[in-house]
């Protein structure tokens, strides 16, 4: 209240009774209605799709690769043998409206306001960009901990690990890991 009497000199130095202009009304009330409207709506419209500052953030490319993991639990060990790995997208594009619809993305919550342009189908490689190339005792040790896994050996668990990541313009590098895939 302070700061609005000695702020408002004007308005308080008139007399009690006297006319406020149409004006200095509409004037006052537009700037208020304004001011609040842009601190509730302003935040939507500018994370929302109509914001001039969004723009879409493709894919640009993406890697993938499966691992073998093969735990010995008698000797405490673990061993890794990379099986896969591919950075080579064969064709990056936006799915059409129709297929939106027809994988169910328009029903999903995390999807269903997402525009079709947004999502992007991505075709890797079949075909590893290495050779796995495991020799000598690595290999002989890998088949064996192989057969002892297929045999039913309670001391060697096995994991298949997938990894998956996929650069952007404007964003940090992503990586999803989804290991730990028991292989049964």
């Not at 004007?10 to 509409?26: D, N, P, Q, V, W």
């Not at 639990?73 to 059409?96: G, H, K, N, Q, W």
């Not at 342009?117 to 490689?125: L, N, V």
Request: proline fraction near 3%; aromatic fraction near 16%.
């Amino acid at each position: 209240m302070f700061f609005f009497k000695n702020g408002n000199k004007a308005f308080f130095e008139r007399k009690l009774g006297t006319r406020i202009s149409r004006f200095e009304k509409c004037l006052c009330g537009c700037f208020c209605l304004g001011t609040i409207l842009f601190f509730l709506v302003g935040p939507f419209f500018m994370f929302s799709n109509l914001s001039v500052i969004a723009d879409q953030n493709l894919v640009i490319d993406a890697q993938m690769e499966f691992t073998l993991k093969l735990h010995d639990l008698a000797l405490e060990e673990t061993y890794e043998f990379p099986i896969f790995l591919t950075d080579s997208p064969v064709s990056m594009r936006s799915i059409s409206e129709r297929d939106y619809e027809k994988r169910g993305y328009n029903l999903l919550p995390e999807t269903k306001f997402f525009d079709p342009e947004q999502i992007q189908f991505i075709k890797m490689k079949n075909s590893s960009d290495t050779e796995w190339s495991v020799s000598g005792g690595y290999k002989e040790k890998f088949k064996d901990l192989l057969e002892d896994a297929a045999a039913g050996d309670s001391n060697i668990i096995a994991e298949m690990d997938f990894m998956f990541s996929f650069d952007r313009n404007v964003s940090l590098y992503c990586i999803y890991d989804y290991s730990s895939l028991k292989l049964l």
